[in-house]
């Protein structure tokens, strides 16, 4: 899985980078085939901006955009939306496969 973080306009320290390399290593729980995943953080007028781009493999990318007054806060927030949208994938992935026609033969006798 490769991984950018990019910040404009605001430097990151070193805890809040390795708190998104984490977060980011923990989308590996929901067994998708992850290729890339940018992050992108954005000062803004009134807050921070954050972007989440997850490239999935044979699939559509996931984009998580989330903005609020702290930067931690906007952060949490993209990482809990991110994770939900992916679980959501991997369901929808799980019951896909789980269905053969076997099964539904099974069922008519």
């Known amino acids: ?3 950018q973080i990019r ?7 070193t805890h809040t980078r390795s708190h998104v390399e984490a977060a ?19 000062a803004q007028k009134k807050g921070v901006a954050i972007e989440f781009d997850i490239h999935i493999a044979h699939a559509q990318p996931v984009v998580i955009n989330q903005s609020d007054d702290d930067l931690d806060t906007a952060i949490d927030l993209a990482i ?17 496969q789980a269905t053969s026609v076997r099964d539904l033969e ?4």
């Not at 910040?7 to 320290?13: E, F, H, I, V």
């Open 1 to 3: 899985m490769n991984v």
């Open 24 to 42: 980011v290593e923990a989308f590996s729980k929901f067994q998708l085939d992850i290729t890339t995943v940018n992050v992108n953080i954005v």
């Open 7 to 13: 910040a404009k306009d605001l430097t990151l320290n």
């Open 80 to 96: 809990d939306r991110a994770s939900k949208a992916l679980r959501r994938l991997h369901t929808k992935i799980i019951e896909k």
């Open 106 to 109: 099974t069922l008519d006798a």
